[in-house]
């Protein structure tokens, strides 16, 4: 088999991380929603997740400040309001009602869940010794939520310049796993 050499640029849709997930924020009474695909399992229990966010981004700000959010899973269905959440900003705009999603209350944080997501993370970061290099937040799962009637979610899975791919068909393999 023959192989090409392949763009730099586009290793990041090689090894796409997991599903897109939508980071919420609640900051100064204002509750804000990014998608975020830039993230990381690093422990099973307590779990650990390490994501980046870009210090140009409006959730930036707040999470630094409160260390706090939501990490809501979104399946293909949301792929809409996802999309149009990434291409816009909260500073100026409510992405709650312009993309008619629904924020909840959550448990243990100030952040909301957003109730149309089949899945939903309550966290706190725990570590930001790799904040000022590299963006790079280390959140905490407080609390997990879950949507018992989604039996098969097909989530989003991006791959760079607008391009995604949802989750298809599950297979399951002998483990030593529990």
């Known amino acids: 088999m023959a192989k090409r050499s392949y763009p730099l640029s586009k290793v990041y849709g090689l090894l796409e991380p997991g599903p897109v997930v939508l980071l919420t924020t609640m900051h100064k009474s204002k509750a804000n929603v990014m998608p975020m695909s830039w993230h990381t399992m690093m422990e099973f229990e307590p779990p650990l997740v390490g994501c980046i966010v870009s210090g140009n981004d ?93 039996k098969e979610p097909r989530t989003l899975h991006h791959r760079g310049k607008g391009v995604f791919m949802v989750a298809g068909e599950t297979i399951k393999l002998p483990s030593k796993m529990k």
């Open 58 to 150: 409006f959730s930036f700000a707040a999470l630094k400040a409160t260390r706090q959010c939501v990490l809501n899973i979104p399946t293909a269905e949301l792929a809409t309001q996802v999309v149009g959440c990434g291409n816009t900003s909260g500073q100026s705009l409510d992405k709650f009602k312009a993309f008619g999603l629904t924020p909840v209350p959550a448990a243990l944080v100030t952040a909301p869940l957003i109730a149309e997501c089949y899945a939903n993370l309550e966290c706190r970061v725990v570590d930001t010794r790799l904040l000022n290099r590299y963006n790079f937040f280390v959140l905490e799962v407080l609390k997990a939520w879950i949507d018992p009637a989604c």
